[in-house]
């Protein structure tokens, strides 16, 4: 149990969910995936290396951005752990992260637009 003290006991249902409740560290954890879904242009790329894997250069002509500020949004989605890359010869390739964490990211983020944007 929580060793927490209610002021008021208006029910039993807080003091269920409480032992539940996230610590304050792995909510700190989720906002900055959250942050870095909340920028458009991020989530453009993600959404581009959740379905193929891709040179910076391309990615940034697919988005009509220069190649240092696609670069920018790269280093923090890999940062985040969103993304990975790998280096063949001189260009290096970015895609989807294989863990479950992009994974729920990805199918979040399809859901989202599912919701966003029935037309699609």
């Known amino acids: 149990m929580v060793d927490i003290k209610l002021p008021h006991h ?7 969910v409480l032992p ?28 581009l290396l959740c379905h193929c894997e891709e ?3 391309n990615i940034a002509a697919a988005m009509n951005m220069s190649d240092p500020a696609v670069s920018h949004h790269l280093k923090l989605l890999r940062k985040s752990g969103l993304i990975v890359s790998r280096r063949d ?22 859901e989202m637009f599912k919701m966003a944007c029935p037309l699609l």
């Open 20 to 47: 539940k409740l996230p610590k304050a560290e792995e909510c700190v954890q989720v906002a900055e995936i959250f942050k870095q879904i909340s920028d458009g242009t991020r989530l453009r790329i993600l959404w």
């Open 55 to 57: 040179c910076v250069s």
């Open 89 to 110: 010869g001189k260009e290096v390739y970015y895609k989807l992260a294989d863990t479950e964490q992009a994974q729920i990211v990805h199918h979040f983020c399809e």
């Open 10 to 16: 208006h029910s039993k249902e807080l003091e269920k």
